[in-house]
């Protein structure tokens, strides 16, 4: 009886994790998103270039530091201050009904 039991939890455990990790996998052609940079440490009045390197998308838009937003495949930022800068990174397949996020932060001495 105690093995039965011991056999039953063990099947019980493994199905729910195989669920658990089919449910966690990325869809095929579900988009990636992806930020480039070059570099993450820039000297005040340096210019950022950021550009977005994400796959199977559609539709992307970026979130600066301040607030505004782009719709460029690549960014610039000049940045006013020292600090560090996070930008975001939403891409879709839709009108941002789903979005897949990046981010990255940036440090100006």
Request: glycine letters at 4%; charged letters at 25%; aromatic letters at 14%.
């Amino acid at each position: 009886m105690k093995l039965t039991r011991i056999v039953s939890l063990s099947i019980l455990l493994v199905t729910g994790l195989a669920l658990f990790n089919s449910s966690c996998r990325k869809k095929k052609d579900e988009p990636v998103s992806k930020i480039c940079a070059s570099k993450t440490l820039y000297n005040k009045g340096d210019t950022i270039k950021l550009e977005n390197c994400s796959d199977n998308y559609t539709k992307q838009r970026w979130r600066f530091p301040d607030g505004t937003q782009s719709t460029d495949k690549v960014i610039y930022y000049v940045p006013a201050t020292v600090g560090f800068y996070k930008f975001t990174l939403y891409v879709s397949n839709s009108d941002y009904v789903y979005d897949y996020e990046s981010y990255t932060y940036v440090e100006v001495k």
